[in-house]
């Protein structure tokens, strides 16, 4: 697709299940990154990918949450027994560009708002 | 450690009207900074990318200005239209190789008819 793709787009789940979020980058990106945004607050990261690989997972709140990415695309991220306030909407951004030792733009998806009850 | 400061929090203005919103940074090695406008709802968008060697650059109503020694770096809208309304994030990447830009926790502006 032409830009960055999640799903769901909303997701409602009881406290104590795993639930799963996708991102779909741009094709051809190769930087991949998740942040979460809690109601009216800033981003916060969560891990970065480069390829396949996450060098950056530091910003992982708890052993709860995991992400994968595979075949240098889509990405999952994982959350196991979920908590109230794992509750937030989870954002997906790529790029495509890392000139140097810097990045390049992000581009974000629409995010994946996640309600835990 | 990376820091980026944004004032104000928030900002109600009257349809029309001119603004501008702030951004001091701490990182470096500097590389560049972006500001992002986010409508609820939405993922972050990129207005504009200020690099070193930039002092100020436009894209329509939305004006960037950097000053690289003190580390500040502003946002002016101008004529604000009701499609202002959005938060506006400054986002700054380093050379230190560490591929995670350091956003600030944005400003949250409100156009008022």
């Known amino acids: 697709g032409a830009g960055v793709s999640q799903s769901p787009s909303n997701k409602v789940t009881e406290k104590g299940k795993d639930v799963e979020l996708r991102c779909d980058p741009i094709s051809g990106h190769t930087a991949l990154y998740w942040y979460r945004q809690s109601l009216g607050q800033g981003l916060e990261f969560l891990i970065y990918?480069?390829?396949?690989?996450?060098?950056?997972k530091s910003g992982l709140p708890s052993d709860r949450f995991s992400a994968e990415r595979t075949g240098g695309s889509v990405s999952t991220l994982t959350i196991q027994r979920t908590q109230q306030e794992d509750s937030a909407v989870y954002l997906c951004?790529?790029?495509?560009?890392?000139?140097?030792?810097?990045?390049?733009?992000?581009?974000f998806g629409e995010g994946s708002r996640l309600t835990v009850l | 450690k990376n820091q980026v400061e944004q004032s104000p929090q928030s900002l109600i203005i009257l349809e029309g009207k001119n603004c501008t919103l702030q951004?001091?940074?701490?990182?470096?090695?500097?590389?560049?900074l972006r500001w992002y406008k986010q409508d609820t709802g939405r993922g972050p968008v990129s207005l504009t990318i200020?690099?070193?060697?930039?002092n100020t650059k436009s894209n329509g109503r939305y004006t960037a200005t950097l000053d690289a020694d003190t580390k500040q770096s502003s946002l002016h809208i101008t004529a604000s239209q009701l499609s202002d309304s959005a938060s506006y994030i400054c986002v700054v990447s380093d050379e230190g190789g560490s591929y995670i830009p350091t956003f600030g926790r944005g400003t949250s502006l409100i156009v008022h008819p």
């Open positions: 990918f480069q390829g396949n690989s996450a060098p950056d």
């Open positions: 200020m690099t070193f060697s930039e």
């Open positions: 951004a790529s790029s495509g560009r890392t000139s140097g030792r810097t990045t390049g733009e992000l581009f």
């Open positions: 951004c001091n940074y701490t990182v470096s090695p500097f590389s560049n």
